[in-house]
């Protein structure tokens, strides 16, 4: 049997850093189990080229698990069990479903990709489109990269409330909204306070594979890509795929590297076009999203565009990016939690990163 070190690293790596950073013992717990099993990293090693393998077996198998295949596994998945933890480690149950379900956890593994929805981001997409929509002065045609279901689309939808050191300090949105999203703020810096009124004129998503939240199964994919430990997010996803009754998107099936130029081609003069991305580029190879900067850059020539991108890790950086005339200012607008629980503002308007120069 291969040995798969790449894979080892990376199930060392999520059990050491990632499941850590987002408040996953139990994620943690397995990833260090799995690093040390081979037969479940061959299992892991049947994904997709480019999607992430922890990711990737952890969300087939509570899939199976939220689809109703019964097994003491399931006593360690809140959403499942309620929030009593079992006794004894979750590895053992884990191993066991994993091998008593080899063929339909690696059929899942070979056929899905990882495309999270976590609409908790949009607390750090909020303050972003602010400062975009006082730059502009004009509504926002909104132009989502790798958008999976296009529920960060709604983000004006939702109600918005800022903590510092426990104490509520920003509230934004209806308080009667079906979403209800919280956020700490962090460091010496202050997030600006959000414009009162960010009017949307256009709400588009593009990815490889978007997901139609009208086929159940897709909805509940999404849900088995939720940590066990984040049972908040559940009720988020589910509400906010509600939300599109009343607030219909636009998805489009194709590649951003290539597709972006016609989406933008479409924006109306009077509208502001912002291209924005959540914890997806890395998705994207370096030639295409070389080619993103192009289009771009392109179109800048004619107009401004803006682009937002929450992207990076430990932790991510919130950036804002001007384009004009062929030319792109970058400001580094927070560092924030790649969930969107907290987000740490520059400590002033423009960071001390931002640059400006003639794209190469």
């Given amino acids: 049997m291969r040995a798969h070190p790449e894979l080892r690293d990376a199930f060392e790596r999520f059990a050491r850093v990632e499941a850590p950073d987002l408040d996953s013992p139990t994620y943690a717990a397995l990833a260090a189990g799995v690093a040390g099993d081979g037969e479940l990293l061959a299992l892991a090693a049947e994904r997709q080229p480019g999607q992430p393998a922890p990711n990737m077996l952890f969300g087939a198998v509570q899939y199976a698990l939220l689809q109703g295949v019964e097994h003491p596994l399931a006593a360690h998945y809140p959403i499942l069990s309620g929030p009593e933890a079992p006794p004894g480690p979750a590895f053992p149950p884990f191993r066991a479903f994993c091998l008593e379900h080899r063929e339909r956890v690696g059929e899942l593994i070979a056929t899905r990709r990882t495309q999270t929805q976590v609409v908790r981001r949009c607390t750090c997409l909020l303050p972003a489109f602010s400062v975009v929509q006082r730059d502009a002065k004009a509504p926002l045609a909104l132009i989502d990269v790798g958008a999976s279901a296009g529920l960060n689309l709604n983000f004006d939808r939702y109600a918005y409330r800022y903590r510092r050191a426990g104490r509520e300090v920003l509230r934004w949105g209806r308080g009667s909204a079906r979403v209800q999203l919280e956020a700490d703020l962090r460091g010496p810096g202050t997030m600006p306070p959000p414009a009162r009124d960010i009017p949307v004129a256009s709400r588009d998503g593009i990815d490889v594979n978007p997901i ?113 005339s062929g030319c792109r200012e970058t400001e580094l607008l927070a560092r924030a939690s790649p969930h969107g629980w907290w987000i740490e503002w520059g400590s002033s308007p423009r960071d001390a990163a931002a640059s400006s120069a003639r794209i190469p």
Avoid: C, F, K, M
């Fill in 212 to 324: 139609d939240l009208d086929d159940p199964d897709e909805l509940l994919w999404l849900r088995a890509l939720i940590w066990p430990e984040h049972v908040e997010r559940h009720a988020q996803l589910v509400d906010a795929a509600a939300e599109l009754e009343d607030s219909p998107i636009s998805l489009h099936r194709g590649d951003a590297s290539r597709d972006l130029p016609q989406l933008l081609e479409r924006v109306p003069a009077e509208v502001a076009p912002v291209v924005y991305s959540t914890i997806a580029l890395y998705q994207i190879p370096r030639e295409g999203r070389r080619r993103i900067t192009d289009a771009l850059e392109a179109r800048s020539r004619e107009r401004p565009v803006w682009q937002v991108a929450l992207e990076g890790v430990h932790p991510p950086s919130l950036t804002l990016t001007r384009y004009r």
